[in-house]
Each structure stands twice: as structure tokens, then as C-alpha cells.
């Protein structure tokens, strides 16, 4: 069973930074695939990246590419999302996702099986 800890989350101005943290546990077998998905108010949950094995690919919302930057650290077993020039409409609840790799079909919600509680990020404008 994998337990995924979300931190990092809080209020900021437009054009400002924030990273979140996402602690994975309690899983030993095969590589695990992981992303971060995000929820504004009244919206549908949506994709913001996915990594893959071993910090290589990955695949970026439009909407963020070029301003959020995803990592993570395998030692640690912890993902990371570096978000820079942040905008109010990327206010939203963040969620990190993870799925054994050897599983995932794809990068929509449905296709991860283990979900952190979310963080909390609001941009001002």
C-alpha cells in the first residue's frame, strides 16, 4: 500500500514561487510512476505533470510547461514540483498521484490508484 504526503502548499502573489513536496512509503516493488494533478473550485480535477521511471520522461499540462518544472528524488522516495511565475488561475488544491509503472495506461486521473490528501495553493493577483 502506498502512502503519498503532500507539503508545501500557501498563499503567494502572482509571479511568485512555490514548491511542493509529495513523501511516498510503503511500497518495494517496481518502479513507480508518479505525477501531480490539481482541483480549483467547482472544476473537474486535471493533469499537471507525470514522471516516469527513474526521473526521465515526462509530460506537462500546456498550461504549466515552461513554468512548473517536475523532480524527484529516488533516494528519498519523494517527488517534487518547482512551480515559478505563478498565476491566480493555477490557484487549486494539489494532488500527488502515483501508480506502479508496469500498471499505467495513461495520464488521466483514472489511471493512478494511490492519491496524497492534496496541498493548498492560492495565487493573489
Known amino acids: 500500500q502506498v502512502q503519498l504526503v503532500e507539503s508545501g502548499g500557501g498563499s503567494v502573489q502572482a509571479g511568485g514561487s512555490l514548491r511542493l513536496s509529495c513523501a511516498a512509503s510503503?511500497?518495494?516493488?517496481?518502479?513507480?510512476?508518479m505525477g501531480w494533478f490539481r482541483q480549483a473550485p467547482g472544476k473537474e480535477r486535471e493533469g499537471v505533470v507525470v514522471?516516469?521511471?527513474?526521473?526521465?520522461?515526462?509530460t506537462y499540462a500546456p498550461s504549466v510547461k515552461g513554468r512548473f518544472t517536475i523532480s524527484r528524488d529516488n533516494a528519498k522516495n519523494t517527488l517534487y514540483l518547482q512551480m515559478n511565475s505563478l498565476k491566480p488561475e493555477d490557484t487549486a488544491m494539489y494532488y500527488c498521484?502515483?501508480?506502479?509503472?508496469?500498471?499505467?495506461?495513461?495520464?488521466?486521473?483514472?489511471?493512478?490508484?494511490?492519491w496524497g490528501q492534496g496541498t493548498q495553493v492560492t495565487v493573489s493577483s
Open positions: 498521484a502515483a501508480e506502479p509503472c508496469f500498471l499505467l495506461r495513461g495520464t488521466d486521473m483514472g489511471d493512478f490508484g494511490y
Open positions: 510503503g511500497y518495494s516493488g517496481s518502479s513507480l510512476c
Open positions: 514522471i516516469y521511471t527513474g526521473g526521465g520522461r515526462t
